[in-house]
């Protein structure tokens, strides 16, 4: 069996269901959101969401870190941590450092929070940072997607 086809295939998996789950939780859940009223109905309901989606976004953070790191190790990679034109590589590990912190830390750490003592902060406002997060958040993984495709496949953008 070829286990480096199959890190691969479970890496891009992750990613698929992942990335994809920020893309449209930024696309279109957050955007449908902020035209229901009152803003305090919609935190509720995507606290609910963000509950459920965190719950299966920290395996699939758990698979991607995994096989990307197994597929270091058989292709002893580590070198190109010191190479900035494989510039993918760093921003790969970046993105998902970003996303292990919010959800194994950050995420329960709010929700324990949020039960002992409810949330005071302005719905509206708290609605607008979440939709800037998500969608910086959404754009430094694509562009991290684009460069990983192309850096794997022996397009390495700005270098030889
Ligand atoms: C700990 C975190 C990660 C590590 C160690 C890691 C490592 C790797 C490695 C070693 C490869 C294969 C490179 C090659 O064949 O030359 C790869 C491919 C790839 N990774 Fe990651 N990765 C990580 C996280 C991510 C994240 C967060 C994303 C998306 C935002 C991502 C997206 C991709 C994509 C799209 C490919 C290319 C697959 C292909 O076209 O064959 N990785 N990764």
Same mark, same amino acid.
């Given at each position: 069996?070829?286990?480096?086809?199959?890190?691969?295939?479970?890496?891009?998996?992750?990613?698929?269901?992942?990335? +994809? /789950?920020?893309?449209?939780?930024?696309?279109?859940?957050l %955007?449908t959101?902020? =035209?229901? =009223?009152?803003a305090?109905?919609?935190?509720?309901?995507?606290?609910?969401? =963000?509950?459920?989606?965190?719950?299966?976004?920290?395996?699939?953070?758990?698979?991607?870190?995994?096989? /990307?790191?197994?597929? &270091?190790?058989?292709?002893?990679a580590?070198?190109?941590?010191?190479?900035?034109?494989?510039?993918?590589?760093?921003?790969?590990?970046? &993105?998902?450092?970003?996303?292990?912190?919010?959800?194994?830390?950050?995420? %329960? =750490?709010?929700?324990?929070?949020?039960?002992?003592? %409810?949330?005071?902060?302005?719905?509206?406002?708290?609605?607008?940072?979440?939709?800037?997060?998500?969608? !910086?958040?959404? !754009?430094?993984?694509? !562009?991290?997607?684009? /460069?990983?495709?192309? +850096?794997?496949? /022996?397009?390495?953008?700005?270098g030889?």
């Amino acid at each position: 069996m070829d286990e480096f086809a199959l890190a691969r295939t479970l890496h891009v998996l992750g990613v698929v269901l992942w990335i +994809g /789950g920020v893309a449209m939780v930024t696309t279109v859940l957050l %955007p449908t959101l902020s =035209r229901l =009223r009152p803003a305090s109905d919609e935190l509720a309901f995507f606290d609910r969401f =963000r509950r459920r989606f965190a719950r299966q976004a920290r395996y699939t953070t758990l698979l991607v870190g995994l096989s /990307g790191f197994y597929m &270091i190790y058989v292709l002893n990679a580590w070198h190109r941590f010191t190479e900035w034109h494989y510039w993918w590589m760093h921003a790969m590990v970046f &993105i998902w450092l970003i996303f292990t912190i919010m959800l194994f830390v950050m995420e %329960p =750490r709010a929700r324990r929070a949020q039960q002992t003592a %409810p949330a005071q902060l302005d719905s509206e406002k708290k609605l607008t940072k979440l939709q800037r997060v998500h969608w !910086i958040l959404l !754009i430094l993984s694509l !562009i991290t997607v684009a /460069g990983a495709v192309a +850096g794997s496949h /022996g397009w390495l953008i700005f270098g030889a």
